[in-house]
């Protein structure tokens, strides 16, 4: 503010010291700025000068007190001047004031409506122009008339001149400005035109495309996006050139992201197209996994009732058998009745994995530091591993920490090794695990072993269910089941050979974990003393700090602590509810982070009411789930 006042200060100032006078009225016809003389030529009073006087007040005024001479009606010469200012044309004028005095009137429009005039007292340069017309016979009045018109012309020429720059100032202004805009969009933008050239772009490309170029105009479509995705794109591209506008999604091959184009033609140049590209990686990995969720959910609907009636039969199955084996029975018919009962735990554990498969599963991710996991994963994969069976594990990305769910991915990988164990067989082998970063985009994770490969079936099949080349000693839900882990977390996986055996890529999402965060004080309220017990070795096992409560009055007490960051609180809490001792809380300490649990089912109203306003984690608390709650809070 000090400087504002200073710079308004030293403007006002500097026109003070101008001897011309001057005055800037806005679009509204109000005074906006005027300087000194303006105000001592036409001798105005202090509120005609003031910012906000209107244009219509001033000259009523000047027409009241004879500035114009004998004005026969001032209503009309007031609303014919005010008509006049509201054209906003350019315009130069001399004329004699009541006083005797010349003066010139010079006006140029601004480019947001209103306009500036330039006052000057031409009265010495009048009675040059007298007394040389009257001493100087040698020139003709032709001349001096010439002379005046050139004069007069040049003024008018000027004026002009100054509103073109003006406008061409304000014009350059608004192209550096838009310019600005389109560079922050988080989107390439681009203009190609007949000849398949950019005549425009915002300079995101890479940004969006890593390794182009941002710097593409005047280069082919072909050249600034490569020639794989512009062959992929250039039939959308000409469809928008005849006239029609296109819209496309496709996944780049260098970098793995899911880009959305829409391609728009060129109303006013035929032939020519605007681009608009924008990255939905993130849109599109949420959508494959509420569609595998879906998948999931149908899956569960159709199989829930044939597993229920499958199962009885299985038991009915067991009851058979035994009674069998009660009977005397010819020799060989206990171990076919043996083998009947193996068939039936058999089929037992095929439903515990369907169930497993077609279940409800929440995905949750959690900072995981990946030279752990890693450190982890080598000794589980390698006690299931034969001696002539090598395990290496690469890992090539400079995070410390991403966001995984660690125990499915475990659970997955384990599969992938065990797999390629079997495909190599009895023979000496090497199975190789590699971990890469893909363009910031994917975690990559190949499987790759020197086995016998995938069979072209296995290649079209192997990630339907109950699909397996192992005989009876295959499920066919194996793959079946790292590929729903994949898709759930928004990823995707695909199968291939190579030159020594079988290779399978798995793409997670890539997200960064933030920095360890410091422990954080957390109020736990609970009034059985047990569950207070279970819940703080939670905590505490995640290296959080842990204060307790056995009821709401505690908690209120605690509330205030210093250096609190949370409060977990049963809902059940005797004659105050949990829920109305965090609204108690919120109302005076709204920073901390509140959340509830409870063993009330979800349609109890307590739960409810609580679930909608924060988080609600159900009894018996684990730590997966609060590890979750907490990092979630951290990522915000």
């Known amino acids: 503010m000090p400087r504002d006042r200073n710079t308004e200060n030293f403007t006002r100032a500097g026109l003070n010291l101008i001897q011309q006078a001057l005055s800037i009225y806005d679009a509204d016809l109000r005074l906006a700025v005027c300087n000194r003389p303006f105000q001592e030529m036409f001798s105005l009073p202090e509120h005609l000068v003031t910012p906000g006087a209107r244009f219509d007040e001033t000259i009523q005024y000047l027409a009241t007190t004879g500035e114009y001479g004998q004005v026969d009606d001032p209503d009309d010469f007031v609303r014919v001047r005010v008509e006049q200012a509201r054209a906003f044309m350019p315009h130069y004028m001399e004329r004699t004031r009541a006083n005797g005095r010349t003066i010139s009137v010079e006006g140029s429009p601004l480019p947001d409506g209103g306009w500036v005039t330039v006052y000057t007292d031409i009265s010495s340069v009048k009675r040059q122009e007298a007394l040389l017309r009257a001493r100087?016979?040698?020139?003709?009045?032709?001349?001096?008339?010439?002379?005046?018109?050139?004069?007069?012309?040049?003024?008018?020429?000027?004026?002009?001149?100054?509103?073109?720059?003006?406008?061409?100032?304000?014009?350059?202004?608004?192209?550096?400005?838009?310019?600005?805009?389109?560079?922050?969009?988080?989107?390439?933008?681009?203009?190609?035109?007949?000849?398949?050239?950019?005549?425009?772009?915002?300079?995101?490309?890479?940004?969006?495309?890593p390794g182009r170029d941002n710097d593409i105009v005047g280069v082919s479509f072909e050249q600034a996006l490569g020639q794989k995705t512009a062959a992929h794109l250039r039939p959308h591209l000409d469809r928008a050139a005849r006239g029609t506008p296109a819209l496309l999604e496709f996944t780049d091959p260098v970098s793995g992201r899911r880009i959305r184009t829409a391609f728009?033609?060129?109303?006013?140049?035929?032939?020519?197209?605007?681009?608009?590209?924008?990255?939905?990686?993130?849109?599109?990995?949420?959508?494959?996994?509420?569609?595998?969720?879906?998948?999931?959910?149908?899956?569960?609907?159709?199989?829930?009732?044939?597993?229920?009636?499958?199962?009885?039969?299985?038991?009915?199955i067991l009851g058979l058998q035994a009674r069998l084996e009660k009977m005397p029975l010819p020799d060989g018919a206990h171990e076919l009745t043996g083998a009947t009962r193996m068939a039936v735990r058999r089929g037992g554990l095929l439903l515990d994995k369907i169930a497993n498969m077609t279940g409800t599963r929440e995905v949750r991710p959690t900072p995981v530091v990946m030279q752990d996991f890693l450190a982890n994963i080598s000794p589980l994969a390698q006690a299931a591993l034969p001696e002539t069976t090598t395990l290496s594990i690469q890992s090539d990305f400079a995070h410390r920490a991403l966001m995984l769910d660690a125990g499915s991915l475990q659970d997955g990988l384990l599969n992938l090794i065990l797999n390629a164990r079997d495909g190599i067989g009895t023979s000496p082998g090497e199975i190789k695990v590699s971990f890469r970063d893909v363009k910031g985009t994917w975690l990559e994770i190949a499987v790759e072993d020197t086995g016998c490969g995938f069979s072209d079936a296995a290649l079209a099949n192997a990630l339907n269910p109950f699909f397996t080349t192992k005989g009876d000693a295959g499920s066919g839900l194996g793959l079946t089941?790292?590929?729903?882990?994949?898709?759930?977390?928004?990823?995707?996986?695909?199968?291939?050979?190579?030159?020594?055996?079988?290779?399978?890529?798995?793409?997670?999402?890539?997200?960064?974990?933030?920095?360890?965060?410091?422990?954080?004080?957390?109020?736990l309220v609970d009034d059985i003393a047990d569950i207070r017990a279970q819940v703080r070795d939670l905590l505490t096992d995640l290296g959080h700090q842990v204060i307790e409560a056995a009821s709401a009055e505690e908690a209120e007490a605690l509330a205030d602590l210093p250096g609190l960051d949370w409060i977990l609180s049963d809902i059940r809490l005797g004659s105050v509810d949990g829920v109305d001792l965090l609204r108690s809380v919120a109302g005076r300490q709204p920073s901390l982070k509140l959340a509830l649990m409870t063993s009330l089912p979800t349609a109890d109203p307590l739960h409810v009411a609580g679930a909608q306003l924060w988080p609600v984690l159900p009894k018996p608390v684990d730590a997966g789930a609060l590890h979750h709650l907490l990092t979630a809070e951290i990522a915000q």
């Open 136 to 209: 100087s016979a040698e020139l003709s009045d032709q001349v001096l008339t010439y002379g005046e018109e050139l004069a007069l012309t040049n003024r008018h020429l000027a004026a002009t001149i100054s509103q073109l720059q003006e406008a061409k100032s304000a014009l350059i202004e608004m192209e550096a400005h838009t310019r600005l805009v389109t560079e922050m969009t988080p989107a390439h933008i681009g203009h190609v035109d007949s000849d398949g050239l950019y005549t425009f772009t915002n300079r995101r490309l890479s940004a969006l495309l």
């Open 264 to 316: 728009t033609p060129d109303q006013r140049a035929p032939g020519s197209v605007y681009i608009l590209s924008t990255d939905v990686t993130e849109e599109a990995q949420a959508r494959t996994a509420l569609e595998q969720t879906h998948k999931r959910e149908m899956a569960a609907q159709l199989t829930s009732g044939l597993a229920h009636d499958f199962a009885n039969l299985l038991t009915i």
């Open 481 to 523: 089941m790292v590929y729903d882990l994949v898709k759930l977390a928004g990823g995707t996986m695909g199968l291939s050979n190579t030159d020594t055996g079988a290779r399978v890529i798995l793409r997670l999402p890539l997200r960064p974990a933030l920095a360890e965060a410091r422990p954080r004080l957390i109020l």
